[in-house]
T-cell receptor
Framework: NAGVTQTPKFQVLKTGQSMTLQCAQD?????MSWYRQDPGMGLRLIHY???????DQGEVPNGYNVSRSTTEDFPLRLLSAAPSQTSVYFC??????????????FGPGTRLTVT | AQSVTQLGSHVSVSEGALVLLRCNYS??????LFWYVQYPNQGLQLLLK??????LVKGINGFEAEFKKSETSFHLTKPSAHMSDAAEYFC???????????FGTGTSLTVIP
């Protein structure tokens, strides 16, 4: 049971380049989300999905796209990288349904630098 | 609306001293509360969670937290700090009516030998 996996672990991009951060989970969770972590700002929600084919914006969605074609995968796309997107990105998978409290499981993160 | 405030972005304690990390929450409904720990260059790991079963919650690595509704607080404590406790700690809230978690800005704990 791998939990939540993310690739790559590290990435350096030049301004204007695009790329996709991969996220996969093997726990059959409907709810998945992407956060970015910046010093002094904690975790901020970028996009989330409540199931295959359903996505929505979080707190800081600009410059990012997501899609959810399967329950397992939730990739995050940077359309045209900017230095302000230098950050650590975490994917999370969350339980849902009648069992409370919900629990959130995190991937190991992707450290992105945009020059 | 839900929000979490962590007082003190940096806390330093001596090895063997009490650790106290503060978390206050704001929630329109009774919340579920969580503490996560993040070791350097790693993801977030669940330390403990409050589920309303008991106000004093014990977690991993000797940490515990007490839910105080009157103070809207969920402070994290450990009686005796160890060098391996040096990490970033995040408090989070979830209402149980949706899947979104709201995080505090984090507290970086330094343990001085």
């Amino acid at each position: 049971n791998a939990g939540v996996t993310q690739t790559p672990k590290f990435q350096v991009l030049k301004t204007g380049q695009s790329m996709t951060l991969q996220c996969a989970q093997d726990m059959n969770h409907e709810y998945m989300s992407w956060y970015r972590q910046d010093p002094g700002m904690g975790l901020r929600l970028i996009h989330y999905s409540v199931g295959a084919g359903i996505t929505d914006q979080g707190e800081v969605p600009n410059g990012y796209n997501v899609s959810r074609s399967t329950t397992e995968d939730f990739p995050l796309r940077l359309l045209s990288a900017a230095p302000s997107q230098t950050s650590v990105y975490f994917c999370a998978s969350t339980t849902s349904g009648r069992v409370l409290p919900y629990e959130q499981y995190f991937g190991p993160g992707t450290r992105l630098t945009v020059t | 609306a839900q929000s979490v405030t962590q007082l003190g972005s940096h806390v330093s304690v001596s090895e063997g001293a009490l650790v106290l990390l503060r978390c206050n929450y704001s929630s329109s409904v009774p919340p579920y509360l969580f503490w996560y720990v993040q070791y350097p260059n790693q993801g977030l790991q669940l330390l403990l969670k409050y589920t309303s079963a008991a106000t004093l919650v014990k977690g991993i690595n000797g940490f515990e937290a007490e839910f105080k509704k009157s103070e809207t607080s969920f402070h994290l404590t450990k009686p005796s700090a160890h060098m391996s406790d040096a990490a970033e700690y995040f408090c989070a809230v979830n209402t149980g009516t949706g899947n979104q978690f709201y995080f505090g800005t984090g507290t970086s704990l330094t343990v001085i030998p």
